[in-house]
Structure formats: C-alpha cells, structure tokens
C-alpha cells in the first residue's frame, strides 16, 4: 500500500514536503515516483528513486526546485518542493513498480503499466 501526506495550500514560493509511506514496497526490489496531475491535463512524471541508495531522477531540471530522498528509517519517499509557483498545483500521487518488470531500465514506473501501484494521491493548491 502507498499513502501520501503533506499536501494542502502553499503559496508562491513557499516550500513544500510531500511523503510516501511505502513499507510494502521496498526499494531493493521497486522503483518509486511521484507523479502529478494538474487540473485538465494528464498525468505526468515528477521525480523518482531506484535503490536504497537513493538515485534519483527528476523530469526536468527546474533550476533544482525539486529533490526526491528516501528516509530508509520512516520508510517513506519524501519529495520537496522549494520556492513553489502556481505550475507546481495539482493532484500528487506516489506509484511504485517492481524494477524487474519497468521497460528500457527507466527509472520512474510505468504509467500505464497494470504492474504499477498507486496512492490515493494528495491535492496540491498555491495560492496568495
């Protein structure tokens, strides 16, 4: 089971720190990502970690507003958000997929992989 936490309102460019909790999912054996779902739009890749190592992988760089860490000991997948902007609202899910079976070696689960576990999601709003 995936369960996110953290999300509410934030306003312009304030931080934010969105958890994972995934201790059925371990990361010796599952890639990790959050995602993001933006009013109207589909659903996308954030950022996402493979190994307890913590490797991480961002979809774009934005100036390094985003960092994804594993917290080995809660057992969650905390990703922070830093100088927020109205771009960064919308629905955040945590998804995790056995690394064995995620195609081309990528990083991120599968979105439309049936293989792929997903939370209930958290809603994000930034507003002054």
């Known amino acids: 089971q995936l369960a996110e936490s953290g999300g509410g309102l934030v306003q312009p460019g304030g931080f934010l720190r969105l958890s994972c909790a995934h201790s059925?999912?371990?990361?010796?054996?599952?890639?990790i990502g959050w995602f993001r779902q933006a009013p109207g739009k589909e659903r996308e890749e954030v950022a996402c970690?493979?190994?307890?190592?913590?490797?991480?992988w961002y979809a774009n760089s934005d100036m390094g507003r985003y960092t994804i860490s594993n917290d080995a000991a809660k057992k969650t997948v905390d990703l922070e958000i830093k100088r927020v902007t109205v771009e960064d609202a919308g629905i955040y899910y945590c998804?995790?997929?056995?690394?064995?079976?995620?195609?081309?070696?990528?990083?991120?689960?599968?979105?439309?992989?049936?293989?792929?576990?997903w939370g209930r999601g958290t809603p994000v709003t930034v507003s002054s």
């Open positions: 059925a999912f371990d990361l010796d054996d599952y890639n």
């Open positions: 998804a995790a997929q056995q690394r064995a079976l995620i195609d081309g070696g990528r990083t991120c689960p599968q979105l439309t992989s049936a293989n792929t576990h």
């Open positions: 970690i493979t190994e307890r190592i913590g490797i991480g």
